[in-house]
């Protein structure tokens, strides 16, 4: 059993920027494929960015958002820089436990409880 505890999220002005943290449970973090996804209200749960020993994004944060992990801290990081209104969302933190990279939520095995992102304009 893997448990993921997410932080950073708040309200922000557009231009702004948030740190979500994501930490994990168990003794093979570094072997997991790690991935951030968003979702919207009334909207289905959206890949936005993975990390495994390359690093993904969906097209519409690349150049704004940057994930990385600390394989000591068991922890996995979304810096989000000049955040927008549309990026507005419960955030979430997902583990896969075996194979590589995937941008399907339901590809992922194990997930956090979300935390709120919310950009004013």
């Known amino acids: 059993q893997v448990q993921l505890v997410e932080s950073g999220g708040g309200l922000v002005q557009a231009g702004g920027s948030l740190r979500l943290s994501c930490a994990a449970s168990?003794?093979?973090?570094?072997?997991?494929?790690m991935g951030w996804f968003r979702q919207a209200p009334g909207k289905e749960r959206r890949f936005v960015a993975a990390a495994g020993r390359s690093t993904y994004y969906t097209d519409s944060v690349k150049g704004r958002f940057t994930i990385s992990r600390d394989n000591a801290k068991n922890t996995v990081y979304l810096q989000m820089n000049n955040l927008k209104p549309e990026d507005t969302a419960v955030y979430y933190c997902a583990a896969k436990i075996s194979g590589g990279y995937a941008i399907i939520a339901s590809a992922y095995d194990y997930w956090g409880q979300g935390t709120q992102v919310t950009v004013s304009s």
């Open positions: 168990g003794r093979t973090f570094s072997s997991y494929f």
